[in-house]
Structures are given as C-alpha cells and as structure tokens.
C-alpha cells in the first residue's frame, strides 16, 4: 500500500554540503524527521556535484520516513559557473556584466532540460536567455 504524503519541503542546499543547520534541521526537525539520515543520504548522493547548490524536493510521509529527488542547479548558478561570476547585475539594462556564445546558452539548456517546463531545445534556450538578460549577460 502506499504511504500517505504528509508535505512536500522543497530547498536549496549546496551539493555535498548539507548540514543539520537552517535551512536544513528547521525544515525537517518541525516534521519529527531524522535530520542527519537525510543530511548523510543528500551529502552521499551529491558529492561528485560540489560546489553547485542543487534544488531538492523532499517528499515527508505520515510515518515519519521520507524520500527526495535533486535537480540540477538552477539557470542562474549555471550561468554565473559558465561566466565566473560573482552575482548578476544590479541594473540588468544598463549594466552589462558578461556575454553568453549561442553554444553556451545550448550546454545550459541541454543539461537543465528535465528540469524545465520546456517540450523543445529551442523552447528551454529562451528560457535560459531571458534569465541572463534578466541578469545583465548579453547573448552573442
């Protein structure tokens, strides 16, 4: 039979890095769940991802287990990795803070696809080139 879902907590936490501290242990703790079980199965899960900070939606059932998915990071981070960033512009229109190749902008859509509300390449490339305009990146 299966286990009736009590809530859904979704976070973002650095990959390999997650610790019982906010935002993880309040999230879980108000749930009666085991924090470091989750801490020590998400750290194992995403090691090999460190350095990225990866969504994760944690599915919390009525007898206190629970299971969660990661997704990748989000269009953002992958921007700012690409470009060695910092942060976004703080006036996206007038100040411009790096520019994104056509081929760039592919190899973000291509890897946050399953992520993405999108059904086409050309439908999830938009996507991530409305986020970098919306940061101040210009595309080439």
């Known amino acids: 039979m299966a286990k009736k879902v009590k809530t859904v907590i979704k976070l973002n936490i650095p990959a390999g890095e997650a610790t019982a501290a906010?935002?993880?242990?309040?999230?879980?703790?108000?749930?009666?769940?085991?924090?470091m079980d989750f801490v020590k199965a998400f750290n194992e899960r995403t090691s090999d991802q460190k350095g990225n900070i990866l969504p994760v939606?944690?599915?919390v059932f009525e007898d206190r287990t629970l299971s969660f998915i990661t997704k990748q990071p989000p269009v953002v981070e992958m921007i700012k990795k690409t470009l060695n960033?910092?942060?976004?512009?703080g006036v996206?229109?007038?100040?411009?803070?790096?520019k994104l190749?056509?081929?760039?902008?592919?190899q973000i859509a291509t890897s946050k696809m399953p992520d993405l509300n999108a059904d086409t390449l050309e439908a999830a490339e938009k996507i991530v080139e409305g986020v970098a305009?919306?940061?101040?990146?210009?595309i080439e």
Do not use: F, W, Y
């Open 133 to 138: 305009r919306s940061m101040g990146v210009d």
């Open 22 to 35: 906010p935002p993880v242990g309040p999230a879980l703790g108000q749930h009666g769940l085991p924090i």
């Open 92 to 98: 996206p229109h007038r100040e411009k803070v790096g």
């Open 57 to 59: 939606v944690i599915t």
């Open 85 to 89: 960033l910092e942060k976004g512009s």
């Open 101 to 106: 190749t056509k081929e760039q902008v592919k």
